[in-house]
């Protein structure tokens, strides 16, 4: 059979992997029957080597919706189907994902594997709150169908759990009730990081809200930020020609990096004039628009491969989060190295998580930030030296974006760990799904 | 809107050109052997476009079955699929008669038997279109495939005839020669990236040649030229080659 190249979504690591699919319940079965040691992998858009290893078997091509309730809002698919796709068939009927990340390119089975959060996780919670039911596949090659209620510990390892726990098969979950396809989005400029967190505070109530940080600025601007607040638009706030078709708008123009960026493009300099620009094109201190659902939760979804804006070595996205307590000072001190030592990222994006504390999910009480970094000389030495930091204020790093963190890092940082192994061991104990991420981290 | 039928359904170019047309919103019956699985793509379809989906049991070997496959058919489609195919070993079909037999009944007998049956209704009706997908393979007979590359050859030829029989009744034919396509029936299999199209970039051709009642598609037209090439070969060379 044979090998070829991969690289998930930050091109960070590259590794040789034999990949199959499949398309049936049979022929998935069979994959387990016939093969060891793979990880499951949805549409590779986890930025590190979460969806890595030597075997990987896709679910892009297991991609059917099995029903939606369209009186109220749940909806069950295939492992494979996408959030776009969702989004697609759902929205026309008043309904909405309850949480998404930033890119609707997913899918729903990397969806559970991951975890994932969204800007109303502070109102919300991350995405496996609202998960009906499960339906995975073992290592025994039994199927079994976890729930909060039912098989708990399997659900609960299979939450965050990186697909360690086997194929999942099926999803069932919750949808939102929504009136339209738009936001009513407003836009805060603040000066420092002090205001953009006093923000979070002040606009606890809203449904949406994360901020970006301009990394680079120091001094009085330490921290500068344009925060972003986000309500589902009700029909009534739509201008009066778009109220006969609320769910209806215009898709956006689609622009593409063809190809990997000579990683000298994005060095200080140009971070600097890219931040300060996107800073002051926001001419006001307040705003408020209407804007399309795509416009406001997936704004890079308009660049296709913006990956490549990194070069060809590829770039490694640091997501962390601190406990609330912890928050400022924290990101105090982590802002002021990663300042000190001028190597900020392009995009920072700064958000105030509500409470959570499952089993493995990123997610706590707390501020997260994430920061990209193109992979260059020193950049890893530093990223562990970040490690420490968070790790002395209690925090912890997101799976579904780390190819680097070191094993000590991860069984200091996330508490529950014991149990989570003991359920992998339970359900996985061959070792029959593994990833590059999972034996780095000691966990296969 | 128009209902096509699709034979074949759980193939995955199947799968595709039925996303394709369902994603226009044409009404699609599905025909073959697994039920289960076409019950899935069912509400798939059901759930994503919103139109009206049949499920059919259909055996493309069992011809005597064909008959009565078709007069289940009410409404008659509008449009025909012809999509099934059997690659079969080629090694063993060397050997063994049961191999050989079943890759010439798939893609040969069972395809002839049931369109037919479709044309004469089409023909009667003076409207439709039939798309019959064979291959590159029945271009010119190489000793790796032959058993296949044999029935496709007679299935190609058979397609033209009835095209050149059903014209004047304006009713359509199409003959569909995909070179490599990225399917389960190549997976792991290394092919060049260049010549080998996707399920749904097959979908698209035929979509395309449909509309524009073409005769004939290659999906990736170098394969035009690289059959005509192999097929131009004076023989005494051919022979010696091992294609």
Known sequence: MMSEILANWGNYPKSEAKLLSFNSFKSASELIENWDHFIPRGNGRCYGDSALADKIVSTLKYDKFISFDQLNGNISCQAGVLLCDIIDVVMPKGWFLPVTPGTKFITVGGAVAADIHGKNHHKEGSFSRHIIEVEILCDDNQVRICSKSVETDLFEATCGGMGLTGIILKVKFQLKKIESAYVVQKKIKVRNLEEAMSMFGQYGDATYSMAWIDCLKGGKAFGRSIVLVGEHANVDQLPIKKRETPYKFNERLRLSIPFNLPSLVLNKLSVKAFNTLYYNKTLSNYSESIISYDEFFYPLDSIQNWNRMYGAKGFLQYQFVLPLDNSYKGLVDILGRIRKRGSGSFLAVLKLFGDQNDLISFPMKGYTLALDFPVSKGVFKFLDELDKVVLNYGGRIYLAKDARMNKEMFWKSYPHLDRFMSIIKKYNPDKQFSSIQSERLGLT | ?243
């Not at chain 2, 074949?8 to 994603?23: E, L, M, R």
């Not at chain 2, 990225?182 to 080998?196: C, N």
């Open chain 2, 1 to 243: 809107m128009s209902s096509i039928l699709i034979l074949g359904a759980t193939s995955d170019v199947g799968k595709a050109i039925t996303f394709k047309y369902a994603s226009h919103g044409h009404n699609i019956i599905l025909a073959g052997r697994k039920i289960e699985e076409l019950n899935i793509i069912r509400s798939d379809l059901e759930i994503r476009f919103e139109i009206k989906v049949e499920v059919y049991f259909f055996d493309a070997e069992n011809i005597k079955t064909h008959t009565t496959f078709c007069d289940q058919l009410q409404p008659f489609p509008e449009k025909t699929f012809c999509v099934f195919g059997y690659l079969g070993n080629h090694e063993l079909a060397q050997r063994d008669l049961i191999e050989s037999t079943k890759i010439m009944m798939v893609n040969y007998v069972g395809a002839v038997s049931i369109l037919s049956l479709i044309a004469n209704i089409y023909e009667i009706n003076k409207s439709g279109l039939i798309v019959g997908v064979s291959s590159v393979a029945g271009d010119r007979g190489r000793q790796s495939n032959y058993y296949y590359g044999s029935a496709k050859a007679g299935f190609t030829t058979y397609l033209s005839g009835l095209r050149n029989r059903l014209y004047k009744s304006g009713v359509h034919v199409l003959t569909v020669k995909p070179g490599f396509i990225d399917t389960k029936m190549i997976e792991g299999i290394s092919t060049p990236k260049q010549l080998t199209a996707s399920p749904l970039e097959v979908a698209k051709a035929i979509y395309n040649a449909d509309k524009k009642k073409k005769n004939v598609i290659y999906v990736i037209s170098f394969w035009r030229v690289i059959m005509f090439i192999i097929s131009v070969i004076p023989e005494f060379i051919f022979k010696r080659l091992r294609l």
